[in-house]
């Protein structure tokens, strides 16, 4: 129980300090220690997305945006029980009070925008509440925002990009800055990683079932993005040190997935096969945003 209290206090922090008001925009590190969290722990899943909601209910936009970009990072970055949590009515409706505009046009678009990703994403399954909230909202005459054509739709779909002009009023609209293009690059490199160690461990104990084929698909994902950002980084496009990271989280993936082929996980490791719906709305997703344009330019 004591165990148990801490954790909560734990995330508790963790989400009152990826939403602080005072924040120039979202701080990766934080968002992906709180997956971490959710990723360890079942249990600490129905908390951390009460704390979200309570963000959620912030009168200023700031903290009301920087909880939707947390919680669309959980659902895309957590376990099963964190799409449960948020794809309640209860939760769902704070999320969809946020689009009548009264916080501000970058509040209301990015709310109607987690909408309709997650009805797409989560079309088929049991979680009925995410369709429903998406078809009550366009009964009522309100215009969603298109996702971008360049994103593609896994389960949940690829992150909206979280554009500079949210937080600041200087930045081109739609744009982020390098240096914030980097750092959520370098943050994602970490979720692969930490998925690749995870891989090691559950196959390390013969272990089988959800939990492992999740991981498996989110890796089997990762391949085409790891092998995009590279050729971008021979083209230049990425810093050498980039590349470098991009390389090395490579060799490590293809290892890991070579060795794990040999074991009697063979069956499971069917690369051409399509992710199941379940697994991919887990952590693949936060590779996504690892893709490049059609320029070659880090997105």
């Known amino acids: 129980m004591a165990e148990y209290a801490q954790d909560v206090a734990e995330v508790e922090d963790l989400v009152s300090r990826a939403t602080d008001e005072s924040l120039a925009g979202p701080e990766w590190a934080l968002n992906i220690a709180l997956c971490d969290c959710a990723n360890a722990s079942d249990a600490v899943c129905d908390d951390i997305v009460r704390f979200l909601q309570r963000r959620l209910q912030s009168n200023s936009p700031k903290v009301a945006l920087l909880a939707l970009v947390l919680t669309e990072t959980v659902v895309k970055n957590g376990p099963p029980a964190i799409h449960s949590q948020v794809g309640s009515r209860v939760f769902l409706s704070e999320v969809a009070a946020l689009a009548d505009g009264s916080l501000g046009v970058d509040v209301q678009n990015q709310a109607l925008l987690l909408i ?9 399954t049991e979680l009925q509440a995410f369709q429903d909230v998406y078809r009550q909202l366009k009964m009522q005459g309100i215009a969603f925002p298109e996702i971008e054509n360049d994103a593609p739709i896994f389960t949940p779909p690829s992150s909206t990009s979280i554009r500079e002009e949210d937080y600041t009023t200087s930045a081109a609209p739609g744009r982020h800055t390098r240096e914030q293009q980097l750092q959520k690059l370098h943050a994602d490199l970490k979720v692969v990683q930490e998925k690749i160690k995870q891989l090691r461990d559950l196959h390390t104990r013969g ?35 980039t590349l470098e990271e991009c390389l090395n989280v490579n060799d490590i993936l293809m290892k890991t997935l070579e060795e794990c082929s040999k074991t009697k996980m063979q069956d499971m490791m069917t690369f051409d096969s399509p992710p199941r719906v379940n697994h991919t709305a887990g952590l693949q997703q936060g590779v996504s945003d690892l893709s490049l344009n059609g320029a070659g330019t880090v997105l």
């Open 207 to 241: 272990q089988t079932g959800e939990q492992l084929e999740d991981v498996l698909d989110f890796l089997r994902q990762c391949q085409p993005r790891m092998n995009t950002l590279i050729e971008g980084g021979i083209m230049g496009k990425i810093d050498e040190r």
């Open 116 to 124: 309709r990703q997650w009805a797409d994403a989560f079309k088929g």
